[in-house]
């Protein structure tokens, strides 16, 4: 299983289901393009309710021996689990390009980050303690018990097609549940190599599986049915808030990882060097397309100039291309309507005053030029909602306690920047910004050993580090009487 393969070898045509590869009922199915070229990357099933539900009792049959095998036992399958994606990096990576669009360097990264996350998660199996509670009783003792939710299921976005089912099959499965998951459909192959990976790891049948389709019609599934105990999602604040609705019937625990509007901020005492390169990594990841990308960037009065003069130069040596093609930055946004939302940004910030500094305008298909706008305003869409493109709008900003008021000015609460050489406003911005994440002087911090997650309507709950495991247990209170 060492030997190398290349990416066809983890292109897979069925759904993965209690550890069989089954069609579609009806055998229809969803063409995977590249969105560099257009080209045909493979095709997945079309599933819906039916296979939905064939997933969900898989998984809840195999949930009682999983949960049964020690801690031990599941970290060791976890273990190989990343070995193998680390051993099959690059086929992995060059699938995940060929599906999605980012540079393969990036996909590289995004493939030892779903190791990482995974290998993190075997360790963390080990760790998950109980507790003992002084009693106020006499003769009695108190014991605290964690115990695995049950089935989970799973939907993830197309940005981040593999590291985001590293992020929840890892603490599902080092918490002892099991799990149906539910790809996005522009980007599902990443997710059918899982299935793959499952397999070769020894991971007992049923305990991940893998359903692509009709969101609505598998979401339906997921979120009512009576055998799911909890819905982990990645993806936009809008569907968030209708799985939560969904989900409230049943009472299931949820996870949810939404929507951002990260604000970059960039004091008077700010390194420029540092601040440009910060902004063009936070900004331009993934051509804009995540989360945690940088949407708003505030710079103040006596930087400004320097920064716009020298973020653009930085910005304009982007090489686009695909992803496959040696030094290539940027690639092409995931589908038409990420081009036509990013135009509209660009012409609502131009009627509303907004200059364009470079960029502007699609190039070709579903490329779309890396875009610096100054003279942002509020009044700018961009100001309130999230861009998920190669769209950075630069405002002009006087004093700290205007930043502050403007950056948590915003729904959302996910990721944010600020760059400062001054200590005290390192100490006191960091605690005013209401964000889940913080960078101070460092535009890219995402890493499996910190929690990930975010505040107001940016979501529930934290993916990795010591606290990633916890929205996957229920804690059980025993007390022994009568001693
Ligand atoms: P994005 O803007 O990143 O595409 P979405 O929230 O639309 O974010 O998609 C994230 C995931 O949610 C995808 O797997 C998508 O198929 C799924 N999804 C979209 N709509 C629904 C829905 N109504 N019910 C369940 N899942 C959905």
Partial sequence: STSARGWRDFLRDRLYIGGTWVPAEGGAVIEVTD??????????????????????????????AFAALTAAE????????????????????????????????????????????IRWFAEEARRVYGDTIPSPWQGRRLMVTPEPVGVVGAITPWNFPSSMLARKIGPALAAGCTIVAKPASQAPL??????????????????????????????GVLTSHPDVAKITFTGSTEVGKTLLRQAADSVKRCSMELGGNAPFIV?????????VAGAVASKFRNAGQTCVCSNRIYVQSG??????????????????GSGLEEGVTLGPLIDEKAVVGAEAFVADARAKGGRVVTGGARSKGLFFQPTVIADASAAMDFAHEEIFGPVAPVFRFETEEEALRVANDTRYGLACYFYTTDLGRAFRVSSALRYGLVG???????????????MKQSGLGREGSKYGIEDYLDQKYVCFGGL
């Avoid at 969105?35 to 969900?56: H, I, K, N, R």
């Avoid at 004091?267 to 601040?275: N, V």
Wanted: hydrophobic fraction near 50%; charged fraction near 20%.
């Fill in 35 to 64: 969105p560099a070229t257009g080209g045909s990357v493979g095709q997945v099933p079309d599933a819906g309710a039916v296979e939905t539900e064939l997933a969900v009792a898989a998984a809840r049959a195999a949930f009682p």
């Fill in 267 to 275: 004091f008077d005492d700010a390194d420029l060097d540092q601040a």
């Fill in 440 to 454: 101070v002087n460092e535009g890219v911090i995402t890493t499996e050993v910190a929690p990930f997650g975010g």
């Fill in 190 to 219: 990443s997710a059918l190599a899982w299935g793959v990976l499952c397999e070769e790891a020894g991971i007992p049948s049923g305990v991940v599986n893998i359903v692509t389709g009709d969101a609505r019609a598998i979401g």
């Fill in 303 to 320: 930087i400004h100039d320097r920064f716009v003069e020298a973020f653009s130069r930085a910005v304009e040596a982007l090489r686009a």
């Fill in 74 to 117: 599941r970290a060791g399958m976890l273990h190989r689990l990343a070995d193998l994606i680390d051993a099959h990096g690059p086929a992995l990576a060059e699938l995940l390009t060929r599906e999605q669009g980012k540079p393969l360097a990036e996909a590289r990264g995004e493939v030892g980050m779903s190791a990482a996350y």
